[in-house]
């Protein structure tokens, strides 16, 4: 859980960055600006999120070891578990913090009440009968019904759903990820940890979903 509370802190610091400008395209109402900066947005959260899930589930154990020592190998296989609610965490941030521009919290209190009492109740079943590997499905499931609930707002209001070209790439370049790292499973987990973040962008790039053009941007901007 503390893993997972990293990355949340890091999607939540990263939509603190495009929070100002998607609020000044909506109160202007440059509905093209604020599509741009929301798809790309969701763009890049895809791009982080599912190599990190196909990642935690293929290395959770080699990493929790390094991470933590050998006593808590066993809580890897329950990070892999997370990390799926964590894929469904930076969606319902992006889609959480757009509800917060477009000022429709108050239709969100009863999301997120009928949330949390669903999650008590999913805690109360699930951790009895099943332990730790009950508390992270549960985890998974309430969050799930965050992201959906949040998207639902969002999507009432603006009428936007964002395209999935690159999220669908991001999937596929992980799956793949997944596959190698399996094949190569005997060799050291930094080597791993290395080989599948190169194999992942030479994936997405690949597959299109890194342009050039994007690169270019990204590289004016930290030069200017």
Not at 33 to 57: E, H, N, T
Not at 153 to 160: E, M
Not at 176 to 192: D, K
């Amino acid at each position: 859980y503390r893993v997972i509370d990293q990355f949340t802190a890091f999607a939540t610091m990263f939509i603190g960055l495009v929070l100002p400008p998607m609020t000044a395209a909506w109160v202007s109402r440059d509905r093209a600006r604020f599509s741009k900066i929301y798809q790309g947005a969701f763009d890049a959260y895809a791009i982080i999120a599912f190599p990190l899930m196909v990642g935690a589930l293929m290395l959770g154990k080699q990493l929790m070891a390094f991470v933590a020592g050998t006593d808590f190998v066993a809580s890897g296989a329950v990070l892999g578990i997370l990390m799926i609610g964590m894929v469904t965490i930076f969606f319902s941030t992006l889609f959480g913090h757009v509800v917060v521009v477009l000022n429709k919290q108050k239709p969100m209190i009863f999301g997120y009440a009928a949330t949390a009492i669903v999650g008590l109740l999913a805690y109360a079943f699930a951790i009895p009968r099943y332990g730790m590997f009950g508390a992270a499905w549960a985890t998974v499931g309430t969050e799930t019904i965050i992201m959906i609930i949040t998207f639902a707002v969002v999507w009432r209001v603006t009428k936007l759903t964002p395209k999935l070209f690159v999220f669908w790439r991001s999937i596929l370049a992980s799956l793949i990820m997944g596959y190698a790292l399996y094949i190569f499973s005997a060799y050291h987990f930094l080597i791993l940890l290395l080989g599948s973040a190169l194999i992942y962008s030479f994936l997405l790039y690949s597959l299109g979903a890194i342009k050039k053009e994007t690169l270019r941007e990204m590289l004016s901007t930290q030069s200017s």
